[in-house]
């Protein structure tokens, strides 16, 4: 199993160390650095410029939102960034949820795996320097109507790789298995090797679902994981539950929330309703103070380091490929050691 480091997405303003996090990482024998957005900064203008200090790890997108761009102008981006770190770019993609695309981007959320479908399609196509043409639900290029002028285009730069890996953000069982099918890897989400067989049946009912199933061969399975290192265990997981009921009470409408969903499925509706209705009323150091410190270690490695290395046998034998940890210096420094 390979280390990548998670940065994620800035808060309020752009987070201090990144750089010097990045340089040890490489120096560690990280395989990857990974970058994100939700509504607030992009992931690719901060992956350029920490990747620019860089020479070796692959450089991810985890996720870029796909209402964020079109899927040409995504594969542009992904093409020049492929340029600049030599054929080191991994783009990871992810539909988001309907209060982003629609309240953000103000676009359509329904019919999420559909419109992945095409998208993917069309970022192939551009990316294998193609004439790109397209006659889809939600994607026409050219554009049907207008001025009448589209006209059916090829990229001007010619591509490093013309199979830059894209790797898919899912939760539920229906777009995991769509990852396994159309994907070249895999972006979970609270991803529990205690609790993975359904995903381990949707990910084959993808395989199976391709036009060659032994091009899944080299699928990619990368997952985020929190790791926080403390001799006291509930200390350590305090330091994860604001993002955990965050994400379970507030990322998402009532009714609504994929990253909720994900906990229920492993048997936590109870806790997940009682999370959420706390945080939904305003009582957010209550909701993150709801969170059991079992769900904690379902999904994050968290107390001393001999506890975090008999947990790791459990993330060795899981479905992950790579581990994409976030965590301080001294989390990153724990992992080497124990896995690399």
Not at 49 to 69: C, D, F, K
Not at 306 to 322: F, I
Request: hydrophobic share 45%.
């Amino acid at each position: 199993m390979k280390l990548g480091l998670g940065l994620g997405y800035w808060g309020a303003r752009q987070p201090q160390g990144q750089r010097e996090l990045v340089a040890e990482a490489e120096r560690l024998g990280f395989d990857s650095v990974w970058t994100g957005e939700a509504w607030g900064s992009d992931a690719l203008t901060p992956l350029a410029w920490l990747g620019s200090g860089t020479s070796t790890v692959r450089l991810g997108t985890a996720i870029a939102q796909m209402s964020a761009r079109t899927p040409t102008a995504t594969a542009m981006a992904a093409m020049t960034m492929d340029h600049l770190t030599g054929g080191r770019f991994v783009l990871g993609i992810g539909a988001s949820g309907p209060q982003v695309v629609e309240g953000w981007y103000g676009a359509p959320f329904p019919r999420p795996l559909e419109r992945t479908r095409e998208y993917v399609s069309i970022l192939r196509q551009t990316m294998r320097r193609e004439v790109v043409s397209f006659d889809g639900r939600h994607y026409q290029l050219p554009y049907q109507g207008g001025a009448g002028l589209g006209k059916a285009l090829k990229s001007t730069l010619h591509p490093v790789r013309p199979e830059i890996p894209i790797l898919l953000a899912a939760e539920g069982p229906k777009n995991v298995a769509l990852a396994g099918e159309i994907a070249d890897g895999w972006l979970p989400l609270f991803y529990s090797p205690y609790a993975d067989d359904a995903y381990r049946d949707s990910l084959a009912q993808g395989f199976r679902a391709r036009t060659d199933p032994s091009s899944a061969r080299d699928f990619e399975v990368v997952c985020p994981v929190s790791v926080a290192i403390d001799s006291d265990i509930e200390a350590a997981a305090d330091r994860l539950r604001p993002r955990l009921a965050l994400y379970i009470g507030g990322m998402g409408a009532k009714g609504a929330n994929f990253h909720a969903a994900v906990f229920e499925r492993m048997g936590y509706e109870a806790e997940c309703a009682h999370i959420q209705q706390l945080y939904l009323s305003g009582h957010k150091d209550e909701a993150t103070a709801a969170v059991p410190l079992e769900l904690v270690e379902k999904v994050a490695l968290v107390g001393p380091k001999e506890k975090v290395a008999d947990d790791l046998q459990a993330w060795s034998a899981s479905l992950v490929t790579t581990m994409l940890i976030s965590g301080d210096l001294r989390a990153m420094r724990t992992l080497a050691e124990l896995l690399l």
